[in-house]
């Protein structure tokens, strides 16, 4: 069966991608205003709302190759500039991870080296959270081993003490 597309329908969709990727821009240049900056808590109620614009533009399926650029590029800025903020949010996302590997496989070369830069970018993000989950978890262990020897020297002291006034 053949599908007709009206020229309204091309218009409207041209219209609807550049519309996008102005959005998409100004997301961009926002993330990268802020990035190194001691500011960028700011921007962290925001993420999951960008995330979401993503998702559904990918959902949709009617986007150009510009849009598909900008778009992941986004991504990328996203976990550039809040890194461990935006792991868990990206990781929670609907289509990041589809998205990103649809654009690492794309044949546009400008979107495979964009993809290539957001992966990084999402890897560094999400290698922080290790990072610091794994100094939590050490920095406990350390704790409980320092509390036990605590005990065991308050112990010995005591047997000294008691030693020592006998």
Same mark, same amino acid.
């Given at each position: %069966?053949?599908?007709?597309?009206?020229?309204?329908d091309?218009?409207?969709t041209?219209y609807? *991608? *550049?519309?996008r #990727?102005?959005i998409?821009e100004?997301?961009?240049?926002i993330?990268?205003?802020? $990035? #190194?900056?001691?500011?960028?808590?700011?921007l962290?109620?925001?993420?999951?709302h960008?995330?979401?614009?993503?998702d559904?533009?990918? %959902?949709?399926?009617?986007m150009d190759?510009?849009? %598909?650029k &900008?778009a992941?590029?986004?991504?990328g800025?996203?976990?550039? =500039?809040l890194?461990s903020n !935006?792991?868990?949010?990206i +990781?929670?996302s609907?289509s990041?991870?589809?998205?990103? #590997?649809?654009?690492?496989?794309?044949?546009?070369h400008m979107i $495979?080296?964009?993809?290539?830069w !957001?992966?990084? !970018?999402?890897s560094? !993000?999400?290698?922080i959270?290790?990072?610091v989950? +794994? +100094?939590?978890?050490?920095?406990?262990?350390?704790?409980?081993? =320092? #509390?036990?020897?605590?005990?065991?020297l +308050?112990?010995? &002291?005591?047997?000294?003490?008691?030693?020592? $006034?006998?």
């Open positions: %069966m053949y599908a007709h597309t009206s020229g309204f091309l218009e409207m041209e609807i *991608n *550049n519309l #990727n102005g998409l100004a997301y961009s240049g993330f990268q205003g802020f $990035k #190194n900056s001691s500011k960028t808590q700011f962290i109620p925001y993420a999951s960008i995330l979401h614009f993503l559904s533009i990918y %959902m949709e399926k009617d190759d510009v849009v %598909m &900008t992941i590029g986004v991504l800025d996203l976990a550039d =500039t890194g !935006a792991a868990s949010l +990781q929670q609907l990041s991870r589809d998205f990103l #590997n649809e654009c690492l496989t794309s044949d546009d $495979k080296e964009s993809a290539k !957001a992966k990084l !970018a999402i560094r !993000a999400i290698s959270v290790s990072m989950r +794994q +100094q939590k978890y050490l920095f406990e262990g350390l704790q409980v081993v =320092t #509390n036990s020897c605590m005990h065991h +308050q112990s010995i &002291t005591d047997l000294c003490m008691s030693t020592i $006034k006998s």
